[in-house]
């Protein structure tokens, strides 16, 4: 997992909104889709995390700090966080999730007055998966946000917290679902786990919002790849609605 | 109408020398590889002459017309999409110096075409595609370049192929808009002419040069039967009304299995479908690593990279593929553009090695669809 800071060259960049993103392009490589994961309040700071699991993604992991790469972006819709002022907001994060939502919980710890509670709720395979790990700790030394991270499985002797899947997680925190806006990202299947737990738990499925991922080429509906049924994801996503895309997620391989 | 007027074969010829002076690259039908295909004429002598095609699901074949017709035929595998949106257009190439890239994006093309022997359902499937590169938020500039640049020769059908549906569509046969000159060919028997009506200024300008006479009744009505004739003997029918909320309720139905049973996932049909418009983009550089460019190709949902995350590909299975395609085309394309994706021309059918006929599918469907609470 590498975090990269960009400094911008050429015109100033657009600011970005929690949950946006761009495309990131390895010279002579490729082009990828990675979500601004930094603070926003630091707008000149392009922060990306990126996990090397292809060709793209590992060259621009391999970028040694003063070299080149291009940019386009920001792109898409974020998280709803004006809609989120006023009222409890519950984040839910699976495995490489946590980076498009770092964005939104440093808004939410920034602004952190204008909302109820606030809660994270992280999953990672095991502990040496955690991202951020000691952003965590320190945002969990706060009284004014509760911080939960499971793993999936750990060695006793290195992992002192819950062990299971993020779901579990929801029971124990409190909240007030009726008056509360859920902010979901991870693996697709997590996703879909997460928002009927969540509808369980009596948040609204208009309070929930996902972020998909698909095959990404141009970013602006042009290229197709992303289509999700009748939505592109990249213009008309990635964050969506729940209750808008509840119906196309009951079916596999759409 | 003083718009209309009648041209005879060398009338034809003049107009094609009336735009070569203009400054158009001709481009037009002509007998190649055993079909008829798009590419660069010089006029009438290149245009497929007496020749037909005769079409059905899975089977296209040349054969010899009883007459000298020079329109005589449905359409072949191309479509004008090959020149509006190339197969490979490159975005840009840069140059490392240093730390330093720059980039430089590749100009729009600056070529003027002239389309000669545009169908109905061809004009509607560019309208089509103006309405994915040119009408959303984000203007794509060289499909902007070519587009604007192209005068457009229609030709009212004469003849329906064996796979056409364009009746079911409304999107033919006859040519109604999007046009700079329509031309109907007439064969009655008496002599070899064409009706041509211009449908734009420019084609006014280019018309009122050419050697015509004014059209009588008899040619306008002569002109009128063609078509008329045509949209009575489509190949194919297909109802069209419902088509958004019938697949969309069906999207688990078991037709899906059967037809990926027979489906190659070889993607021809969204190779030779005129409304198509997916593409990938692919990088390279040279050995050095100075200079690397970027072009995009176009692409096809049939392949199992189109939607490949790390994760692996979200449709892996041909039952998805296809129905992505189907459902793409005939409904969520009018969630997306506003109009249907399928413009009836028959293409994929005829040219899908195994004879998939999506009229066919559809009618599977409708003719046994599932209990409702199904769909989305
Ligand atoms: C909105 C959005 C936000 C994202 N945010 C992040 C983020 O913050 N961090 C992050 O790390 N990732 C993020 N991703 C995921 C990231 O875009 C992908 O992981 C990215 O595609 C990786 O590219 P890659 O080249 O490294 O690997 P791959 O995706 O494996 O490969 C790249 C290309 O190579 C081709 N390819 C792959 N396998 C094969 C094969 N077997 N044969 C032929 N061709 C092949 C594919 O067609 C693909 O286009 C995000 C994605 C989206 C859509
Ligand atoms: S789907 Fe088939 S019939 Fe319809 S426009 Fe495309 S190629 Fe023609
Ligand atoms: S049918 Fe497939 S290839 Fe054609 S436009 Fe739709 S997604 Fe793209
Ligand atoms: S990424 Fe190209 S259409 Fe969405």
Not at chain 1, 156 to 172: A, E, F, I, K, Y
Not at chain 2, 81 to 98: D, I, N, T, Y
Not at chain 2, 155 to 182: H, I, Q, W
Request: with cysteine; glycine share 10%; charged share 25%.
């Amino acid at each position: 997992m590498w975090t990269l800071e960009i400094e911008p060259s050429g015109p100033a960049p657009v600011a970005a909104a929690p949950g946006q993103f761009n495309m990131l392009t390895a010279f002579g490589v490729g082009e990828a889709a990675i979500s601004l994961s930094g603070d926003p309040a630091e707008p000149g700071r392009l922060v990306h995390t990126i996990r090397a699991v292809g060709p793209v993604s590992r060259a621009l992991a391999q970028l040694r700090p003063g070299a080149a790469l291009g940019l386009r972006g920001p792109f898409g819709a974020g998280w709803p966080m004006a809609e989120a002022a006023g009222r409890d907001v519950v984040i839910m994060a699976g495995g490489l999730g946590l980076a498009p939502l770092r964005t939104a919980i440093h808004r939410l710890l920034t602004e952190r007055a204008r909302y109820g509670q606030v809660l994270v709720l992280y999953g990672a395979r095991s502990p040496a998966d955690i991202l951020f790990r000691r952003e965590l700790e320190t945002w969990r030394r706060r009284l004014d946000v509760e911080i939960e991270v499971t793993v999936d499985h750990a060695a006793v002797s290195d992992w002192r917290g819950h062990v299971g899947v993020v779901t579990t997680l929801l029971g124990r925190a409190s909240f007030d679902p009726a008056n509360t806006v859920a902010l979901v990202c991870g693996p697709e299947i997590m996703m879909r786990f997460s928002a009927a737990a969540l509808a369980d738990a009596g948040v609204r499925a208009e309070a929930t919002y996902l972020s998909m991922e698909r095959n990404m080429k141009c970013a602006i509906g042009l290229c197709g790849h992303c289509q999700f049924g009748p939505v592109f994801i990249c213009r008309d996503g990635p964050v969506f609605r729940y209750d808008r895309i509840a119906a196309l997620l009951r079916h596999k391989e759409l | 109408m003083d718009n209309q007027s009648v041209l005879t074969a060398a009338g034809l010829q003049a107009l094609f020398d009336s735009l070569r002076r203009r400054g158009y690259r001709i481009v037009g039908p002509k007998v190649r590889d055993g079909a008829i295909v798009y590419d660069d004429i010089e006029g009438v002598p290149d245009l497929p002459q007496g020749w037909t095609d005769e079409q059905a699901p899975g089977r296209y074949r040349l054969a010899r017309r009883d007459d000298e017709a020079l329109f005589g035929y449905a359409i072949g595998p191309h479509s004008w999409k090959a020149f509006l949106h190339p197969s490979v257009q490159r975005l840009w190439k840069s140059r490392r110096e240093g730390e330093e890239v720059a980039i430089t994006p590749e100009p729009p093309s600056a070529e003027r075409f002239a389309f000669i022997g545009v169908r109905a359902c061809e004009l509607k499937a560019i309208a089509v595609q103006d309405q994915v590169f040119l009408g959303g938020a984000h203007v794509d500039a060289h499909y902007r370049a070519r587009r604007e640049g192209a005068f457009v020769v229609a030709v009212n059908c004469a003849e329906a192929g064996g796979t056409c549906f364009c009746v079911s569509m409304k999107s033919g046969p006859r040519v109604d808009a999007g046009y700079d000159l329509a031309l109907t060919e007439i064969m009655d028997g008496g002599e070899h002419r064409f009706v041509v009506e211009a449908g734009s200024a420019g084609g006014g300008e280019v018309l009122a040069e050419l050697p015509g006479r004014a059209a009588t009744e008899g040619d306008l009505a002569a002109a009128e039967a063609v078509v008329e004739r045509t949209a009575a003997s489509m190949g194919r029918q297909m109802r069209s009304d419902d088509l958004h909320e019938l697949l969309l309720a069906n999207l688990e139905h078991p037709r899906w299995d059967e037809v990926a049973d027979r489906c190659l996932t070889c993607g021809n049909c969204t190779m030779v479908c005129p409304t198509c418009f997916c593409t990938s983009v692919e990088d390279s550089s040279d050995l050095a690593g100075v200079e690397s460019s970027r072009s995009r190709r176009w692409d096809s949902c049939f392949t199992m990279d189109f939607t490949h995350v790390p994760s692996g590909s979200v449709r892996a299975s041909a039952r998805s593929r296809y129905r992505q395609w189907m459902t793409h085309k005939l409904a969520t394309w009018i969630d997306q553009f506003g109009t249907s994706g399928c413009v009836g021309c028959g293409r994929c059918l005829t040219w899908c090695p195994v004879g998939i006929d999506i009229t066919e599918e559809v009618r599977a469907i409708r003719d046994n669809p599932m209990e409702r609470g199904g769909g989305t």
